[in-house]
């Protein structure tokens, strides 16, 4: 269910790129759009980790500079039977962390150092496992393909609008059998729809990683305890980070200009992941 729900997603996505350019520029509209479609999956694949560590500060961590979370990733890592990801740390105090990559053997976990400092052994290793399971589910791939493809969306829309402004696609009165008032529409749901499909994905794979996590550890409450420090700091310390990236953290971090929340939000709220995980720990 979880495999068809995000083909049908990241489908969805693709389809309004598509019915996007043909509402603006007709046949030729839609083959443009369809060339974008596959260039940002093609980027997505193949360097959204990249991107998102670029754009986060990141760097590079050794054994010697951070044996505590190498002892970590490596004992939950053959555990969970899967490679043991690169590891990154993002010089900032606002605790957070997220894993990017297309696979299991191309996958990458960054931490804050603002994390390392707050978390003990019991909720590192919750939120570690969290990561992990991201890594396993291949949320890390899905996610940043529909991040991407919903970017593009918005952006061909943006240019439809400054089109129309000034002449409008398609020319004459080709395709006009309702095509203006297709378009004036498309310019206001397109980049609503792309943003709601992408939360579609986004909010949901946090549920999964949240209780996955939990199982790899073999208990959820070292997550629990994580998740509430995670929302308390938060909610105080900003983070530097662009939102293409920050849909990728574990909690949703404060940032300038962060207005709106709850449906808005890429991540759910963290009083329903945490009641979810302490409905595990009462059914055990």
């Known amino acids: 269910m979880k495999t068809l729900k995000t083909a ?41 980790d990249k991107i998102a560590l670029m754009s986060s500060g990141a760097r590079p961590i050794s054994r010697e500079q951070s044996p ?34 297309r696979n299991p053997h191309h996958a990458s976990v960054a931490v804050t150092q603002g994390l390392m400092e707050l978390m003990n052994d019991e909720e590192l290793e919750g939120v570690i496992a969290h990561e992990l399971s991201h890594v396993r589910n291949y949320d890390i791939l899905t996610s940043s ?48 729809a792309a943003m709601l499909l992408q939360l579609g994905i986004s909010r949901q794979r946090e549920y999964q990683a949240d209780a996955s996590g939990a199982k790899m550890v073999g208990h959820p409450y070292g997550l629990i305890s994580a998740l509430e420090k995670l929302g308390a700091y938060n909610k105080r310390i900003p983070m530097n980070i662009p939102p293409s990236t920050s849909a990728l953290c574990i909690v949703a971090p404060l940032s300038a200009g962060r207005m709106l929340s709850g449906l808005f939000s890429t991540h759910p709220q963290l009083a329903d992941r945490i009641a979810r995980l302490r409905s595990m720990s009462v059914t055990r």
């Open 68 to 101: 505590r979370l190498y002892a970590v990733m490596e004992r939950l890592a053959a555990k969970a039977n899967l490679p043991v990801p690169k590891l990154y740390m993002i010089p900032q105090a606002a605790p957070n962390a997220f894993a990017t990559g």
């Open 8 to 48: 049908f997603l990241l489908t969805a996505l693709t389809l309004l790129l598509l019915f996007i350019g043909q509402a603006f520029g007709g046949r030729g509209g839609m083959t443009i759009a369809l060339v974008i479609a596959i260039l940002m999956n093609g980027i997505a694949y193949f360097f959204s």
């Open 145 to 192: 393909i529909a991040a991407t493809i919903a970017g593009a969306v918005t952006w061909l829309a943006e240019m439809g609008r400054w089109g129309m402004i000034f002449g409008g696609f398609g020319g004459g009165d080709r395709d006009r059998d309702g095509g203006g008032l297709t378009a004036i529409l498309m310019l206001i749901l397109a980049p609503l």
